[in-house]
């Protein structure tokens, strides 16, 4: 998890994990998240107690959340993006009927933020390659390179 205030530029590597940026255009902070697994099964609702909030994709979110309400920035002042998900064990299959950890990562991600009342402004996800994100904290510009060739 990245959280600031100040311009910066945050790289991530995504296979079946998904990244979630949330940003609030009226302080210019921009947050940041990797989760690598759709649920946390050891405390629900996850909070900062828990020590695996930001490996679980809902906890996370929670999370992200939980940080930008303390600084003062009100839900519907919160632009969110996903990306990430890919489904890496069906080779771009899309007749296969596996739900893969990709897809349960995006299926997550996508029912947490609507239950948190987050907006979703944008998104690129699922696909059978992994994807390198420039998340621009301060414009809520994201870049993205497919890592597929």
């Known amino acids: 998890m990245c959280f600031a205030e100040k311009p910066a530029v945050v790289t991530m590597a ?16 921009g947050v940041i998240c990797h989760g690598f697994l759709p ?12 020590g695996h909030e930001f490996k679980y994709v809902d906890c996370s979110i ?13 839900l519907d ?3 969110g993006k996903l990306f990430g998900g890919a489904d890496l064990s069906t080779s771009g299959d899309s007749r296969s009927n596996i739900v893969t950890v ?11 933020m609507k239950a948190e009342g987050l907006r979703v402004v944008a998104s690129n996800v699922e696909g059978p390659f992994g994807q390198k ?5 301060h414009t809520v510009e994201v870049l993205l390179r497919d890592l597929g060739i």
């Not at 994990?17 to 902070?29: N, Y």
């Not at 995006?106 to 947490?112: E, F, R, S």
Request: hydrophobic share 40%; net charge positive.
């Open 39 to 50: 649920q946390c099964r050891v405390k629900q609702p996850c909070d900062s107690s828990c």
């Open 62 to 74: 929670h999370r992200l959340a939980e940080i930008l309400f303390a600084c003062g920035i009100k």
């Open 14 to 29: 995504l296979g079946s994990c998904v990244a979630i940026t949330m940003f609030s255009r009226r302080l210019g902070v």
């Open 133 to 137: 994100i420039f998340f621009y904290t």
């Open 102 to 112: 990709g897809r349960q990562n995006i299926d997550v991600a996508l029912k947490t």
């Open 77 to 79: 002042e919160i632009d």
